[in-house]
């Protein structure tokens, strides 16, 4: 069972920069290889994939955050993070996390992305004004 924590979000100018952070626990390098993966939701919407990094580090952005925004993993804490720089207001959405064994092709053809997910965390708020 897959247990995510989401932290770091906040209120932002556009421009601005925040780092998102996610530790999940569950899911470990010792089982196989793993898909960790930021997602975001704004009211009224589905919930979409923003970026996705697989175990071997390979990483997966969706077309609109690419160039902005940087996924990493601190393996040793099973910590998530997410970078995310020249924020836009439409970057105001509410931050998930999700993380599970999948194959490294998965994860790095954003099939991971697009699954529907086993566990979700309570997410974090990002504002951008």
């Known amino acids: 069972h897959v247990q995510l924590v989401e932290s770091g979000g906040g209120s932002v100018q556009a421009g601005g920069s925040l780092t998102l952070s996610c530790v999940a626990s569950?899911?470990?390098?010792?089982?196989?290889?793993?898909?960790m993966a930021w997602f975001r939701q704004v009211p009224g919407r589905e919930r979409e994939g923003v970026a996705a990094?697989?175990?071997?580090?390979?990483?997966k952005y969706s077309d609109s955050e690419k160039g902005r925004f940087i996924i990493s993993k601190h393996n040793a804490k099973n910590t998530l993070f997410l970078q995310m720089n020249s924020l836009k207001p439409e970057g105001t959405a509410m931050y998930y996390c999700?993380?599970?064994?999948?194959?490294?092709?998965?994860?790095?053809?954003?099939?991971?992305?697009?699954?529907?997910?086993?566990?979700w965390g309570q997410g974090t708020q990002v504002t951008v004004s």
């Open positions: 990094i697989g175990s071997d580090g390979i990483t």
């Open positions: 569950g899911v470990y390098a010792g089982r196989g290889a793993y898909c």
């Open positions: 999700a993380a599970d064994h999948t194959s490294p092709d998965y994860c790095a053809g954003g099939y991971f992305m697009q699954q529907t997910q086993k566990s």
